[in-house]
């Protein structure tokens, strides 16, 4: 069966870097698009960032561009979210989520179960 | 980026009841649009995509309706795991956009 599994969260400081993983399986990985998605504590969700199947053509949220990078390993089947000069609001809940196709525009079909990264001096 | 506004906020309702979610984005969509279940501490459901197409293992009495910048979200008869966070998303245009949610609590 599909699972996702995030890790990488933590306690950083305001202008620090994280970086965030997603472990995949129980499907072809390089068959599906794969999104990054937010939730910050009591709020709703905020989509963060794409990348195709092939690994070419992400597209991110306003509020990050310029800031995160979304990338993936096919080697290990792992789906990977650079986070620099990281903001308070930043802080939040992260899932990874495998898209219903490749490269077109399609929902989220299976989610991760989230990482938790907080932003606080 | 498209703005999606769902109506209600919050409702209260008792189980066996038909609710109805609305969504509207700011422009037009076409069917681009998903609709997920959220719980308490729990990662978004997948219920619906592409407007209405029910995504597998998803009961019957959730239903979803509508084009271009109005969309609906029907349960048919409500029952206790119901009882949850529901979101609308439109998948048409980068950055993809979520609505702000409408909590479905116990009357």
């Known amino acids: 069966q599909v699972q996702l599994v995030e890790s990488g969260g933590g306690v950083v400081q305001p202008g620090g870097s994280l970086r965030l993983s997603c472990a995949a399986s129980g499907f072809t990985f390089s068959s599906y698009g794969m999104h990054w998605v937010r939730q910050a504590p009591g709020k709703g969700l905020e989509w963060v960032a794409f990348?195709?199947?092939?690994?070419?053509?992400?597209n991110y949220g306003d509020s990050v561009k310029g800031r995160f990078t979304i990338s993936r390993d096919f080697s290990n089947n792992t789906l990977c979210l650079e986070m620099n000069n990281l903001r308070l609001d930043d802080t939040a809940v992260y899932f990874c989520?495998?898209?219903?196709?490749?490269?077109?525009?399609?929902?989220?079909?299976?989610w991760g179960q989230g990482t938790l990264v907080t932003v606080s001096s | 980026a498209i703005r999606m506004t769902q109506s209600p906020s919050s409702l209260s309702a008792s189980t066996g009841d038909r609710v109805t979610i609305t969504c509207r984005a700011s422009?037009?969509?076409?069917?681009?649009l998903a609709w997920y279940q959220q719980k308490p501490g729990k990662a978004p459901r997948l219920l619906i995509f592409?407007?209405?197409t029910l995504q597998s293992g998803v009961p019957s009495r959730f239903s979803g309706s509508g084009s271009g910048t109005d969309f609906t979200l029907t349960i048919s008869c409500l029952q206790s795991e119901d009882f949850a966070t529901y979101y609308c998303q439109q998948y048409y245009s980068y950055p993809q956009t979520f609505g702000q949610g409408t909590k479905v609590e116990i009357k």
């Open positions: 422009q037009d969509i076409s069917s681009y």
């Open positions: 989520a495998k898209s219903l196709a490749g490269g077109i525009p399609a929902a989220n079909d299976y």
């Open positions: 990348v195709r199947h092939d690994g070419h053509n992400a």
């Open positions: 592409a407007a209405s």
